[in-house]
């Protein structure tokens, strides 16, 4: 398994992906606005693992510059033909993953992982690229399943047998406390863990990390 079985996962799915609902409506629509309240009109933004670009479509508009990228290409073709139905002059759709962005000084205001960081294979190796791809003082915000904190049934029975006939990708189960003391090793200051979750236990924090 590798990054780029990874990539042909999500390719696979991608149209199933594309047409699933949002599991919980209220707290992706919480999440959103918590994040506007973070942005402002002036900020570069990346987002990674944008999936079909619905996160960035609601969010774009109301910054400088918004590069949405996704490892997948086939979700980025659908997140493109959403594009051309509704321009967003400042979003543009790339296919990428944060390892393969050459990290220039001050790139980034805020860079987005929602639903991401448990999907990546060397999580201390990428939150230090994200690291590198913010400016000074610049925020990382994500939402991240932690599977470490969900039933053992998940992790150590259900996932890996998805896994092994190919209907689940690469997923870390990490716990949320791992998880904050992961992010604060690669160099950033955690203002903030939130709950946004209106259905289930919230296993999903909110996590709001300052680049020191």
Not at 68 to 92: N, V, W
Not at 103 to 124: I, K, M, S, T, W
Not at 153 to 169: E, N, Q, S, T, V
Request: charged share 20%.
């Amino acid at each position: 398994m590798s990054t780029a079985s990874d990539a042909r996962f999500w390719d696979r799915t991608s149209r199933k992906y594309a047409a699933a609902a949002i599991s919980d409506r209220a707290g992706y629509e919480r999440t959103l606005e918590r994040t506007r309240t973070l942005l402002g009109p002036d900020d570069r933004v990346l987002e990674l693992a944008c999936g079909t670009g619905t996160t960035a479509l609601r969010l774009a508009g109301d910054v400088q510059d918004y590069c949405a990228t996704d490892i997948s290409a086939e979700m980025i073709a659908i997140a493109e033909t959403k594009l051309a139905a509704g321009p967003i002059p400042s979003l543009l759709f790339r296919t990428a993953t944060a390892e393969s962005l050459a990290p220039e000084h001050g790139q980034f205001d805020a860079v987005l992982g929602f639903n991401y960081l448990h999907l990546v294979r060397d999580l201390p190796g990428t939150l230090r690229h994200i690291h590198a791809l913010l400016a000074a003082e610049g925020l990382f915000i994500s939402k991240t399943p932690c599977l470490g904190d969900m039933n053992p049934l998940i992790r150590f029975a259900l996932l890996p047998a998805m896994r092994a006939i190919g209907k689940a990708p690469y997923v870390s189960a990490f716990r949320a406390a791992e998880l904050s003391q992961s992010i604060s090793a690669a160099g950033f200051e955690i203002s903030a863990t939130e709950n946004h979750a209106t259905k289930g236990n919230g296993t999903r924090p909110y996590i709001v990390a300052r680049k020191r």
